[in-house]
């Protein structure tokens, strides 16, 4: 039987966790004595995972200064989300797109640079554990672009790169789907130009969840 796999990602593309990130970015870089960073730059390395995110916004840390800038973000996010201060609301006509594809047989994940713990509190939030047959998160995989979560979310629900579309608003997600051999898809309401998209190689970009539905379907 043929399995048709839907892969997401999370920030920017199933939600909006933008100011989230720019306050725990801000708060991890003030902790760590240097100079917080430019809101438009932290917008751009959303999606990468967090190592990897914070090497690009300042290139010239040492390991030790990386390492504890990674762990003051992680504490600023987790303290914020505990005081009930995180607010990653689903995009307006997500959920109700998740559940319509779900009801015409196709396999839904998510790969994202979030953590586990992130994930499963941003789909608990929102009732979406249980549609999900497959979450791949940066704790377990290299970072985007690599393919690794696309190839693993394959795997697990035994789908083909051919039946496979990934869902995404920046271009590590289109590289990363590239890379993969899988459909890519793009979103205009995330962190990265549609033009940008295109260019990577995303085969449309959606403006409306009425347009991803169709590029999802093909």
Not at 199 to 212: D, F, I, P
Request: negative net charge.
């Amino acid at each position: 039987m043929t399995v048709r796999l839907a892969v997401f990602d999370c920030d920017g593309t199933l939600s909006d966790g933008q100011a989230a990130v720019v306050n725990a970015m801000t708060a991890a870089f003030t902790e760590s004595g240097l100079p917080a960073p430019d809101t438009h730059a932290v917008r751009r390395i959303v999606g990468l995972s967090l190592p990897q995110a914070i090497r690009q916004l300042a290139p010239d840390l040492a390991a030790d200064q990386l390492a504890a800038t990674v762990d003051a973000y992680k504490q600023s996010f987790f303290a914020a989300r505990q005081a009930g201060n995180v607010r990653e609301p689903l995009f307006d006509g997500m959920h109700d797109l998740l559940h319509r594809l779900h009801g015409k047989g196709w396999a839904l994940g998510v790969a994202t640079g979030k953590s586990d713990r992130g994930l499963t509190s941003t789909l608990t939030m929102h009732g979406l554990t249980e549609i999900f047959a497959t979450t791949h998160t940066a704790d377990r995989h290299p970072s985007k672009p690599h393919p690794a979560m696309l190839e693993a979310a394959m795997a697990d629900v035994l789908a083909r790169p051919e039946d496979t579309v990934m869902v995404g608003d920046t271009v590590f997600d289109i590289d990363m789907a590239c890379a993969a051999g899988v459909r890519a898809i793009g979103v205009d309401w995330g962190y990265h130009e549609a033009d940008e998209l295109l260019a990577a190689g995303a085969l449309g970009v959606a403006r409306t969840m009425q347009e991803l539905e169709e590029l999802i379907h093909g």
